[in-house]
């Protein structure tokens, strides 16, 4: 059932701790700035993946990587950043059953610029579910 080309498998763990996430980062950013809360975060989240990096040997020259890669890592990581702010600032001042769910609406975006830039095709069955995102979104944000 797990392996390690086992896509859904690994997409529902991520579903999984970022819902961990989301309710540790809610309790951790009482009494703190967020910005500074997601410094703190960065910088776990940096010396763990160093440490499995360095432990599983995989580590890498990062500038002997073809410049595209990383140029696109880059980007990618400067995107994560804001998005990090971002999700820190809304999760300080909104409930957490209300930030992620609309921080969601990412599935939605990601699907339109698969489409856009990468000529990924999804069904019919996946843009209905991928709608439904989207609507859902919607009715979060509407006003009461």
């Given at each position: 059932m797990f392996g390690a080309n086992d896509w859904f498998t690994w997409a529902l763990l991520s579903a999984l701790f970022a819902a961990i996430t989301a309710i540790f980062a809610k309790l951790g950013l009482k009494g703190i700035d967020s910005d500074y809360a997601t410094l703190?975060?960065?910088?776990?989240i940096v010396v763990t993946l160093t440490f499995f990096?360095?432990?599983?040997?995989?580590?890498?020259?990062?500038?002997?990587?073809?410049?595209?890669?990383?140029?696109?890592?880059i980007l990618s990581g400067l995107a994560t950043g804001?998005?990090?702010?971002?999700?820190?600032?809304?999760l300080?001042?909104?409930?957490?059953?209300?930030?992620?769910?609309v921080d969601k609406l990412s599935l939605v975006l990601v699907a339109v610029f698969a489409t856009f830039f990468l000529g990924e095709r999804p069904s019919a069955r996946e843009w209905f579910g991928i709608a439904?995102?989207?609507?859902?979104?919607?009715?979060?944000?509407?006003k009461r």
């Open positions: 703190v975060r960065t910088f776990v990096v360095v432990v599983a040997k995989k580590w890498r020259n990062p500038f002997a990587l073809p410049w595209s890669t990383l140029n696109f890592l804001a998005s990090w702010v971002c999700y820190f600032r809304a300080k001042i909104g409930d957490a059953s209300k930030v992620a769910p439904l995102v989207g609507i859902g979104v919607i009715i979060l944000g509407l």
